[in-house]
């Protein structure tokens, strides 16, 4: 099952009121939850993230979907939201060219092992946890600043772009549109 269609949220930050970081971090929030309600498979792709290549987020968050009533029913979710509304333009609907040969970006979750899961060592290096914080800090992973609705606390989602080779797999993004470890899969990588 291939991503066929696709849209790019971009960020007006250009105004001086709000940067693209910030905008990108309360954006995110509405896609999950429309990502959550909606019955619909949806692919976070962040364009200006390329694998190997340090950067921010950038202006504009791009989601790939199966069937173009998913991007209709998505956009209709999101469009009201005062951050969508006042700070974003939404563009029309894409579809990826048939005969599209890659190259294919994959945007996994990067997890730091939680607190309490870490592991017991004696050896002189640092925690996994502190480890893996470091590595991505040092790869400059593109992250968004959320806060769980569940308990309040706040929280880092790291992504990390790695260059993939495109299989026609089954497509099961987590509830952020990313690929994770136990599924991976790739999206486009498009102009």
Same mark, same amino acid.
């Given at each position: 099952?291939?991503l066929k ?24 929030? =509405?896609?999950h ?10 692919? %976070?792709?962040l *364009?200006?993230? %390329? ?10 968050? @791009?989601?790939?979907t ?7 029913? %998505? =956009? ?12 974003c333009?939404i563009?029309?609907?894409?579809e990826?060219?048939e005969?599209?040969?890659? *190259?294919?970006? $994959?945007y @996994?979750?990067?997890? *730091?092992?939680?607190?309490?899961? $870490?592991?017991n ?8 946890? +502190?480890?893996?914080?470091?590595t991505?800090g ?5 992250y968004? =600043?959320l ?8 929280f880092?989602l790291?992504? $990390?772009p790695? +260059?993939?080779?495109?299989?026609e797999?089954e497509?099961? *993004?987590?509830?952020?549109?990313l690929? =994770?470890?136990?599924?991976s899969?790739a999206?486009?990588?498009l102009?």
């Amino acid at each position: 099952m291939a991503l066929k269609f696709y849209f790019d949220i971009v960020f007006h930050s250009d105004q001086g009121e709000i940067s693209g970081p910030v905008i990108a971090n309360q954006v995110m929030p =509405v896609l999950h939850g429309a990502f959550k309600k909606l019955d619909g498979t949806f692919a %976070l792709a962040l *364009p200006n993230c %390329l694998p190997n290549r340090k950067s921010g987020i950038g202006n504009k968050l @791009r989601i790939f979907t199966l069937r173009l009533s998913d991007i209709n029913a %998505l =956009v209709s979710a999101i469009k009201d939201h005062f951050t969508v509304r006042d700070y974003c333009e939404i563009t029309p609907a894409c579809e990826v060219p048939e005969d599209f040969a890659g *190259p294919w970006v $994959e945007y @996994r979750r990067y997890r *730091p092992s939680n607190k309490n899961a $870490e592991r017991n060592s004696d050896d002189a290096q640092a925690p996994l946890r +502190e480890r893996r914080i470091l590595t991505a800090g040092e790869q400059m992973l593109p992250y968004f =600043v959320l806060r769980s609705t569940t308990n309040q606390h706040g929280f880092s989602l790291i992504v $990390e772009p790695r +260059e993939a080779q495109y299989a026609e797999t089954e497509i099961v *993004p987590d509830s952020y549109g990313l690929s =994770v470890s136990s599924r991976s899969f790739a999206v486009p990588q498009l102009p």
